[in-house]
C-alpha cells in the first residue's frame, strides 16, 4: 500500500493496513525525514519515501491530500494503478475553485484531471477519522460498518472493496465518480450515520443505513 498524504485519515488507514497485516509506504509533503517518528511506532511493516516513490511501490495507492495538492501529483507512477481518493473539498481550506462551486463537476473528476490514467476509487471520505479507527470489525462480525465506494472501473473498486474488507469495512457502492458528490462534505452520509463526533468510538452502521442516507442526498 503506498500512501501520498499523512493527515488524520490517512494516518488511520495507514494504522489499519498494519494491523491487518499490509506493508505501508508512507509519504508527504515534507519529505520522508518528518515521518520518522509514524514509522518507528509503526513498525518493520512500515517505510517512509518520497510521493513518486510511494506512487511507485503499491500496488494500490491512497490519495488524502488537500484539493490544491492534485497538480502536485505524481501522475506517472500511479497510471493503471487502483487510487483511492479520500480528499474533500472543502472552500475554508483549499479557496473557492468555481469548477467544484457548481453542480458539474465532482473533486474526485477533478483529481481524474490531474493523473489521467488512474483507476479512481472515492473511498473514505464520509467519516470521522476516530470513528474510522475504532468501528473496523472482522468480516462477519454483526455490528460490522460499511463505507459508500464510487468509481468508474469495476476492477478498481473490486480491489478497493477487497482492502476496506480487510481492515475491518464493508462496502456499499455507490455509483460512478460523476455520482460521488453523494458521499461529499456535508450530504447525509457524510458522518452523520456513525454518530457526532464527541462519541468518539462512534456508532456501527450497515449497509441499508447506507444506501439509505446515500438516496437522500441532493446536490
Sequence with gaps: MGFIGSGSIGSTITRLAVAAG??????????PGSLADTVAELGPQASAATSEEAA????IVVVTVPVTAFPA????????????????YGPERDGHIPELEGTS???????LRYVLDAMLVKAFNNIYFKHLLSLARPAGAADRSY?????????????????????????????????????????PVWGTPYGPPSNEKGRPTGPDAIRAALATATR
Excluded: M
Aim: glycine fraction near 12%; include cysteine; hydrophobic fraction near 45%.
Design 147 to 187: 463505507l459508500p465506494i464510487a468509481g468508474d472501473s469495476g476492477p478498481a473498486k473490486a480491489a478497493a472493496a477487497e482492502f476496506i474488507d480487510s481492515i475491518g469495512y464493508g462496502v456499499v457502492d455507490a455509483g460512478l465518480l460523476a455520482d460521488s458528490w453523494r458521499q461529499a462534505t456535508g450530504t
Design 56 to 59: 511507485a511501490a503499491g500496488d
Design 73 to 88: 501529483l505524481p501522475a506517472a507512477p500511479l497510471a493503471g494503478k487502483t487510487v483511492i481518493d479520500t480528499c474533500n
Design 22 to 31: 499490509h506493508q505501508v509506504v508512507l509519504s508527504n509533503s515534507r519529505g
Design 105 to 111: 463537476l465532482t473533486s474526485s473528476e477533478l483529481l
